[in-house]
């Protein structure tokens, strides 16, 4: 399986951008889906998580409210809406998917494992 991100940049705050995460190999609906991200000097932490087992979604507390998570099965690519950028939101973001079971939450928690994608730089400077 290969993912491909696409959609970072350099935006001012308060400004969107929307990520993309296109799955080719495998279907989408066989994995558990995350986006996560990290910062220079960071560890990677994840932002967003979707299970496959029950449909839950999960955010980081940094960015619920403002971050939305969401796939298309039909064009394999899930999707990451990142509406108010913050400075702090400066990172290079990645996907990842798992033929997993896990839930939302438990995703995110797990930086290591299963297949990643090369990420993808948003840069939120004014």
């Known amino acids: 399986v290969q993912l491909v991100e696409s959609g970072g940049g350099s935006v001012q705050p308060g400004e969107s951008l929307s990520l993309s995460c296109a799955v080719s190999?495998?279907?989408?609906?066989?994995?558990?889906i995350g986006w996560f991200r990290q910062a220079p000097g960071k560890e990677r932490e994840g932002v967003s998580c979707?299970?496959?087992?029950?449909?839950?979604?999960y955010y980081a507390t940094s960015v619920k409210g403002r971050f939305t998570i969401s796939r298309d099965n039909a064009k394999n690519t899930a999707y990451l809406q990142m509406n108010s950028l913050e400075p702090e939101d400066t990172a290079v973001y990645f996907c990842?998917?798992?033929?997993?079971?896990?839930?939302?939450?438990?995703?995110?928690?797990?930086?290591?494992?299963?297949?990643w994608g090369q990420g993808t730089q948003v840069t939120v400077a004014s």
């Open positions: 990842v998917v798992r033929d997993t079971f896990y839930s939302a939450p438990y995703n995110c928690r797990q930086s290591q494992g299963g297949n």
């Open positions: 190999g495998r279907a989408l609906d066989d994995y558990d």
């Open positions: 979707f299970s496959r087992n029950d449909g839950s979604t």
